[in-house]
Nanobody
Framework: QVQLVESGGGLVQAGGSLRLSCAASGRTFSSSAMGWFRQAPGKEREFVAGTSGTDGSPYYKDSVKGRFTISRDNAKNTVYLQMNSLKPEDTAVYYC?????????????????WGQGTQVTVSS
């Protein structure tokens, strides 16, 4: 059974940092596209960052470029999201996702496996 388990969310003041982790089990995702999405109350789930399963190349939503960094440790079957200079508008539930495809796409339908989500709240 495939599981993705996120951790690292919490409450932080604007300008602060958090590091999210997503540990996968049940299969190896070293050659899979992995992504982070978020969903704020009343809004659709949106792509935040992703890493390609071909060469690990990162991709980011424009509003987080320069502030967020996605990385992966294939030996640990884990993907991370380092979030710096957090803003109140970053407040959302953050989800880790894994695809059976190697290439990154930003739509939710591209991803086959999802974590349960972790809450990130940024206070002003």
């Amino acid at each position: 059974q495939v599981q993705l388990v996120e951790s690292g969310g919490g409450l932080v003041q604007a300008g602060g940092s958090l590091r999210l982790s997503c540990a996968a089990s049940g299969r190896t995702f070293s050659s899979s596209a992995m992504g982070w999405f978020r969903q704020a109350p009343g809004k659709e789930r949106e792509f935040v960052a992703g890493t390609s399963g071909t060469d690990g190349s990162p991709y980011y939503k424009d509003s987080v470029k320069g502030r967020f960094t996605i990385s992966r440790d294939n030996a640990k079957n884990t993907v991370y999201l380092q979030m710096n200079s957090l803003k109140p508008e970053d407040t959302a539930v953050y989800y880790c996702a894994a695809s059976t495809y190697r290439f990154i796409r930003t739509m939710t339908s591209w991803f086959d496996y999802w974590g349960q989500g972790t809450q990130v709240t940024v206070s002003s």
